[in-house]
């Protein structure tokens, strides 16, 4: 049997919140009936800064996530947080290459990868985002561009043990068009396969490859369903009770 990948939900809060809000999420989690760390892992990522409140009130089976940190060591970069800086902190986690960095702040392919390779040797656990536009989808390069955005990375670090790959197309992003699950699966699949080409076969088999674009809490057991995705990358609906439920669709797994 091949190794069993954990399921993983992830909650990008992206730049959103108040103290009273954070709070309040915080207060749902901690309250949800969500099925054990042995099911699934569950990695919240509020703003920078509100990381502190959010780790001090979260009951330990959720962990936390920053959304960005710097290519390298800090210094003299106004503005920015080093990967130093959160594993002071004893955050575990970091997003990177989010697409709305890499639209927004014009992160290429390559500082992607280069920032992933960093906070991977600073001792980061990495959740990587690769993803095509809708004329790119359109235009049949959809494989082409993410295995781009694949291999900036793969030329950059030695292990992918400690990187969750994210798979979220940007026309689904925010949009409430969800990718359907045969879309999702499609995907997720053919980066396994690249993988098996480029990378290893052990790789191929054991890295997580999460969905996200408008998951909610009415289509995630759909997309859970599909062989090759091992959980989702969640922005609007982690801010709500919704993310529960989203959580719990891990147990569709166990009957696979
Ligand atoms: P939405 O779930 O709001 O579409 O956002 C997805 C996302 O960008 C998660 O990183």
């Not at 190794?3 to 992206?14: C, E, H, P, S, T």
């Amino acid at each position: 049997m091949a190794m069993a990948r954990k399921f993983f939900v992830g909650g990008n809060w992206k730049c959103n919140g108040t103290t009273e809000d954070v709070k309040k999420i915080v207060a749902t989690l901690n309250a949800g009936d969500v099925p054990s760390t042995d099911v699934v892992e569950v990695v919240v990522s509020p703003p920078y800064v509100f990381l502190p409140l959010v780790q001090s009130s979260l009951k330990p089976n959720f962990q936390v996530a920053a959304q960005n940190c710097w290519v390298k060591k800090g210094g003299a970069f106004t503005g920015e947080i080093s990967a130093e800086m959160l594993v002071n902190l004893g955050i575990p986690w970091v997003i990177i290459g989010h697409s709305e960095r890499r639209a927004l702040l014009k992160e290429s392919n390559e500082f992607v990868g280069d920032k992933v390779a960093y906070a991977l040797a600073q001792g980061l656990k990495v959740i990587a985002c690769v993803g095509e536009t809708l004329e790119e989808r359109e235009s049949g390069s959809t494989m082409d561009v993410v295995a781009a955005q694949t291999k900036a990375i793969a030329d950059r670090v030695t292990s992918w043990e400690n990187i969750v790959l994210a798979y979220e197309p940007v026309w689904a992003i925010g949009t409430g068009k969800v990718a359907t699950p045969a879309q999702a699966q499609e995907v997720h699949n053919e980066l396994r396969k690249w993988f098996q080409a480029n990378v290893s076969s052990e790789v191929a088999s054991t890295i997580r490859i999460i969905y996200g674009g408008s998951v909610s809490g009415a289509n995630c057991k759909e997309l859970a369903a599909q062989p090759d995705l091992d959980g989702f990358l969640v922005g609007g609906a982690s801010l709500k009770a919704e993310f529960i439920d989203i959580i719990k669709s891990a147990e569709v797994k166990k009957n696979a």
